[in-house]
């Protein structure tokens, strides 16, 4: 059973190392091989680490059947100061903004298939692993009902 999300506000976590465990993921490093210096060279900016750690460890695959792991992010919102890193069947796309000069501190951006920006303030494997928690879904639906009764309501 993977261990609970909280966190305490000075604990340093390795997001990655939790990743691993919620996914029960035993195999070694998909794709340990990754010349990440080439790829940052394209596409002229360095990436967030935690990223780099997902795509050597799990390759090429969809975390819970809908997320999709890009293997090179995408420029394609670029003009937004945003650079996607994943997406779903649903074209949603998990993005970074692109904000300073450390990577490291980039933090999620959800732009939703109607064009809207859901911020979220965290970084990725964070997001990855809080999205697949087991009581995730039930938060996730508990917001969706109580935002409709609201809106019939």
């Not at 990440?36 to 799990?58: C, H, I, N, Q």
């Not at 090179?72 to 074209?91: F, N, Q």
Request: proline content about 7%.
């Amino acid at each position: 059973m993977p261990e609970p999300l909280a966190v305490a506000p000075d604990e340093d976590v390795d997001w990655m190392e939790r990743l691993r465990r919620i996914t029960g993921w035993t195999q070694p490093a998909q794709r340990p091989d990754v010349d990440w210096a080439e790829v940052e060279s394209r596409l002229g900016t360095a990436l967030p680490s935690d990223y780099k750690r997902m795509v050597e460890t799990f390759g090429e695959g969809a975390f819970d059947g809908f997320l999709n792991l890009n293997q090179e992010p995408w420029t394609a919102l670029g003009e937004d100061g945003l650079l996607i890193w994943a997406g779903t069947e649903h074209e949603d796309l998990y993005c970074w903004r692109t904000d300073g000069d450390d990577p490291d501190r980039w933090l999620v951006v959800v732009r939703s298939f109607d064009g809207e920006d859901v911020p979220f303030g965290c970084r990725a494997a964070e997001f990855v692993c809080r999205i697949l928690a087991p009581d995730a879904r039930t938060r996730a639906r508990d917001y969706a009902e109580r935002y409709q009764a609201a809106a019939t309501g």
